[in-house]
């Protein structure tokens, strides 16, 4: 199967008309879309193959989120970045061949017409940065990317399933803001290393991550982040946030 995108004119027209065709997403009409779809140069197909993920439906987000995070980012591990930030393709896909896992995702919010948040689900409203983690795809491909971690054999993606566990939207937009986040080093030695403070018993919270970024940002000023490798960042983490609780490093 091949990647469709929506031209830039097509998603120009969906974004600005969207009160004129928003009675279409709340009854979930297929056969407006399929007929507005099949209009000329709405639609582009790309050279990129992937094979259709099987996404996961589970009635409880928390745990689907957690699924669809690996099942994205499996079937689409060879975009690039670059193609990875283009608002046509992650609002193609969510019109076009994954419109079903919108109808699932944005359930109430198309029930209860949230124009806002449907808004913010299917297009990127937020800027381009921190739309990449607001969008209902772009979040899952991007938080695969970020903590897949390959040097891992056995489970690649034990740092995504410890960071989708719980408050999954949340954590996106507060870990992900950060510049220092968008580099992949800095976000495994972050994770790595509060994945410690957790096995000591200790109850991880929002402001775990928020004091990560923040020390990072303090020192970023100083010093160059991005050529630091990942151990060094997680030690780096490790001495800061063991400072901030009042914890007793460990050797």
Known sequence: MKLSFITDETLMDL??????YKEHYYTKDNVWFD???REEDRVVESKIDFEMPEFNYHEDYAFSDR???????DALKHL??????QEKLWSGLAHLQFRDFTYYRLKSELQDKKDQRINTAIFFKNGNKRSLFVHILARLWWVGYMTYDESNTSNPYWLTDFFTEKDFSARCIVFFSSNFTSNRNITRGILKSIIKLEKRGIQIKRDHFVQANKYLN???GAMILD?????????????YLAKYYSLEVEV
């Open 227 to 239: 050529m630091l490798s990942t151990d060094e960042v997680e030690n780096m983490i490790d001495q």
């Open 35 to 37: 007929n507005y779809f």
């Open 67 to 73: 699924e669809n995070v690996k099942v994205i980012y």
């Open 218 to 220: 303090v020192v970023g």
């Open 80 to 85: 690039t970045v670059s193609q990875a930030t």
């Open 15 to 20: 974004r600005t008309n969207y009160d004129s």
